[in-house]
């Protein structure tokens, strides 16, 4: 839809420009810029309708918020795959400073395509 691939457009330059993905990400991306547009499309349900409506002198829960809540978990899920929250950056600089770890700072930036 409009706003999966307007996000897509606008992640795919930044993300390669600092080198965090690679090829192999790409339907990790797309899974997220899809979740991205339902959860859109849900919060915009939910803004007109409400989270619950009334019909024949019964009210019901508009499906729209269990859509947003799954879709919005997927979000938070793919996003930390991608490096696309500030807790999985930290944890991606936490590995590359820790005296304990097997890995270097090239050798994450390696496996997220940022290497030499």
Not at 20 to 43: G, H, W
Not at 87 to 94: K, M
């Amino acid at each position: 839809t409009g706003v999966a691939s307007r996000l897509w457009t606008t992640l795919v330059p930044e993300l390669n420009k600092l080198g965090y993905i690679t090829s192999a990400d790409r339907s990790t991306l797309e899974a997220f810029c899809i979740n991205y547009s339902v959860m859109r499309e849900a919060y915009e349900s939910i803004k007109d309708i409400g989270v619950m409506y009334e019909s024949g002198g019964r009210w019901y829960k508009n499906v729209a918020t269990a859509v947003l809540n799954d879709s919005t978990g997927k979000v938070k899920s793919l996003g930390g795959e991608l490096g696309l929250s500030p807790s999985s950056r930290a944890t991606l600089i936490d590995m590359a400073n820790s005296d304990d770890s097997s890995l270097s700072a090239d050798a994450i930036a390696d496996m997220f395509g940022g290497g030499k």
